[in-house]
């Protein structure tokens, strides 16, 4: 079973650029999540997913940051314009919520860097 | 509100001992999971074990076991006879049965000593 697809691996962009993230989750999992991890922090939820509706974005600064779930599978998680603060990993995840458990599985996730 | 709280930045330990690796968490939610995850350097989050807030016995996944202790409201990670391939950031984190969200610890920096 493949797991969840991120790219790009790494990002260099001057502030105020734009930038896309893209993730593919694991086969069948209704549930996506993004986040972001700052150094030494646990990851930081920005937008959950369920099938293509959004179920919490309350933590996405919408300003800058809009994310998208087309057809229920594939996501991509743009900022525009970026700040230097938006430094960070960004993680996607995705979850199968039909079960007892409902382990979130991570993609390598996005090393960005804003200069 | 919900916080899940790892009282050890960082720990030390030779290799082949067990490891415990604290976690405390504060709810008022019957109906919970415990979850714990390793971050290698290399950055990928890598899924351990979990504890549902019904389950009567510890979780154990291989090296992995979780001592869940409901009424003390924690849920400690034991990894028997550590590896060198053990060093890295792990975290707990406690799910929402609600709407399948975690919210995490800050996590612990395990560094295995040959």
């Known amino acids: 079973e493949a797991g969840v697809a991120q790219s790009p691996r790494y990002k260099i962009i001057e502030k105020r650029q734009s930038v896309a993230f893209w993730c593919n989750p694991i086969s069948g999992h209704a549930t996506l999540y993004w986040y972001q991890q700052i150094l030494g922090q646990g990851p930081k939820l920005l937008i959950q997913f369920q099938n293509n509706g959004v179920v919490d974005d309350s933590q996405l600064p919408k300003d800058r940051f809009s994310a998208e779930r087309l057809k229920g599978v594939d996501s991509t998680l743009k900022i525009q314009p970026a700040k230097l603060e938006d430094s960070a990993v960004y993680l996607c995840?995705?979850?199968?919520?039909?079960?007892?458990?409902?382990?979130?599985?991570f993609g390598p996730g996005t090393r960005l860097t804003v200069t | 509100a919900q916080k899940i709280t790892q009282t050890q930045p960082g720990m030390f330990v030779q290799e082949k001992e067990a490891v415990t690796l604290d976690c405390t968490y504060d709810?008022?939610?019957?109906?919970?999971?415990l979850f714990w995850y390793k971050q290698p350097s290399s950055g990928e989050m890598i899924f351990l074990i979990y504890?549902?807030?019904?389950d009567e016995q510890n979780a154990t996944e291989g090296r992995y076991s979780l001592n869940f202790q409901k009424a003390r409201k924690s849920a400690n990670l034991v990894i028997s006879a550590s590896q060198l391939g053990d060093s890295a950031m792990y975290f707990c984190?406690?799910?929402?049965?609600?709407?399948?969200?975690?919210?995490w610890g800050a996590g612990t920096k395990l560094i295995i000593k040959p």
């Open positions: 995840a995705s979850s199968s919520t039909s079960g007892t458990s409902y382990e979130q599985y």
């Open positions: 504890q549902g807030s019904y």
């Open positions: 709810t008022s939610d019957q109906s919970y999971g």
């Open positions: 984190a406690m799910g929402e049965d609600s709407n399948y969200q975690l919210i």
